[in-house]
C-alpha cells in the first residue's frame, strides 16, 4: 500500500476538562475526498485547526506526505501544501476579489526582499502570483468581479471566493469546513460539481459538511465523529447504512 497523504494518529485537543478531540486516527490517500461529518460539537473544527496548526494540540501526530507536521506553525503547514476555508467567512470586504485571493497565493510564493531588490526575479514572483489567482478565480466564476470589492459579492460567490483563496495556495490537500453552510440547492449543486472536478484533477480534499446528500454523493470515503471520537469509517452506503452513525447523527429519514 502507498504512503497515505494524510496520516492523523491518535490526535487529542482538549479544552480545560472537555475532550474535543479524543484520540483520532484516520488517513487520506492521494487523490481521494474524505468527507468527515457529526452533530454540532463534535470535533471537525478543532480536528481542522489541529492539523492545519491554528492552535496546539494536547497529543497524538499528524503526518503529511510522510513528514511530522504536528507542531509546526501554520504558514510553514500551508507552504507544504496544505489550504483550508474556515466555517465562518473570513473576506476582506475593501479589498478586491482579485486581492482576497492572491492573498493565497502569496503565502505560498511568498514576496521575498531579494524579489523588490532584484525586478527581475520580483515579476516573476509576481506573475507566477497572478497566474495561479487568475485560474482560481476563473475556476470559480469570479473572475468578472476580479476588480470589485469582495464586500459586494452575494453570499454564495463569497463561499466560493474562499474555496478559490484556498486553491490560489495550490496545495495538494483542501481541508474544506462546511462550504455548503448557506447556500441554496442550485449552489450546493454547482459546488458539488465543482469538488468532483477538483478531485478528478487529483486535489486531495477532506471535508466538513452538513449537507449529507451531497457528502453522500461526491464523497469516496466519510469519517465520522462524534463528541470528539471517531465513530465510524466507510463509502458512503455503508456510513449510511451504519446504527451507531444513524443513532448519533443521520436519524432515520436519511
Ligand atoms: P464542530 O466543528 O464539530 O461543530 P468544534 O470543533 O467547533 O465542533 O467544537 C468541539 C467542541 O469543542 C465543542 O464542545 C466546542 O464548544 C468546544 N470548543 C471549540 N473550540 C473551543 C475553544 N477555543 N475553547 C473551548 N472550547 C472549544
Ligand atoms: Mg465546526
Excluded: W
Excluded at 64 to 84: H, M, S, T, V
Excluded at 209 to 234: F, Q, T, Y
Amino acid at each position: 500500500m502507498s504512503e497515505p497523504l494524510l496520516r492523523v494518529e491518535g490526535l487529542a485537543k482538549h479544552f480545560q476538562g472537555l475532550r474535543a478531540v479524543d484520540e483520532v486516527t484516520f488517513e487520506v490517500q492521494r487523490g481521494e475526498l474524505v468527507g468527515l461529518i457529526g452533530p454540532n460539537g463534535a470535533g471537525k473544527s478543532t480536528l481542522f485547526n489541529c492539523i492545519a496548526g491554528a492552535i496546539p494540540r494536547t497529543a497524538g501526530s499528524v503526518a503529511f506526505n510522510g513528514r511530522r507536521i504536528a507542531g509546526l506553525d501554520p504558514a510553514r503547514i500551508a507552504r507544504l501544501g496544505i489550504a483550508r476555508t474556515y466555517q465562518n467567512l473570513r473576506i476582506f470586504p475593501d479589498i478586491t476579489v482579485f486581492d482576497n485571493v492572491s492573498a493565497g497565493a502569496i503565502g505560498r510564493i511568498g514576496i521575498s526582499l531579494l524579489g523588490t531588490l532584484i525586478p527581475q526575479l520580483g515579476r516573476k514572483r509576481d506573475e507566477a502570483i497572478a497566474e495561479a489567482t487568475l485560474a482560481a478565480l476563473q475556476r470559480f466564476d469570479l473572475l468578472e468581479y476580479a476588480d470589485q470589492p469582495a464586500g459586494n459579492l452575494a453570499y454564495g460567490q463569497k463561499k466560493h471566493l474562499e474555496i478559490a483563496r484556498a486553491l490560489s495556495l495550490q496545495p495538494t490537500l483542501l481541508l474544506l469546513d462546511e462550504p455548503a453552510a448557506g447556500l441554496n440547492d442550485t449552489e450546493t449543486a454547482e459546488l458539488a460539481t465543482r469538488l468532483r472536478a477538483l478531485r478528478d484533477g487529483g486535489l486531495t480534499i477532506l471535508l466538513v459538511e452538513h449537507d449529507m446528500p451531497m457528502v453522500m454523493r461526491i464523497c469516496d470515503r466519510i469519517v465520522v465523529l462524534d463528541s470528539g471520537r471517531k465513530i465510524a469509517e466507510g463509502v458512503p452506503a455503508a456510513i449510511r447504512a451504519d446504527a451507531a452513525v444513524r443513532a448519533a447523527y443521520l436519524g432515520d429519514d436519511t
